[in-house]
């Protein structure tokens, strides 16, 4: 039973992107993402967020983070 939570501990944890302010700004915006730095990410959607706060989700094929947003849902942000 530990070995199993571990594993999914390990696969959520892989399954999560940390935006910086100017991504956040950028993904909110309904934009996509190429982040110039190498993430330890699984390929296929993903959780995005921004330090403690969850900002939704995004497809990640290991070199692109396609924006999962609704257009609905899509903002500016100015207090980053």
Do not use: A, M
Not at 5 to 20: A, H, K, W, Y
Not at 29 to 53: A, M, T, W, Y
Request: charged content about 25%.
């Amino acid at each position: 039973r530990g070995k199993h939570v571990t594993g999914v501990q390990t696969v959520l944890f892989r399954s999560i992107i940390e935006l910086d302010d100017n991504e956040t700004i950028n993904y909110c915006s309904g934009k996509d993402l190429n982040p110039e730095r190498e993430l330890d990410v699984v390929p296929g959607f993903v959780i995005v967020r921004h330090k403690d706060k969850f900002l939704g989700c995004g497809h990640w094929n290991g070199s692109l983070l396609k924006n999962q947003i609704p257009k609905s849902r899509f903002c500016k942000i100015n207090f980053l």
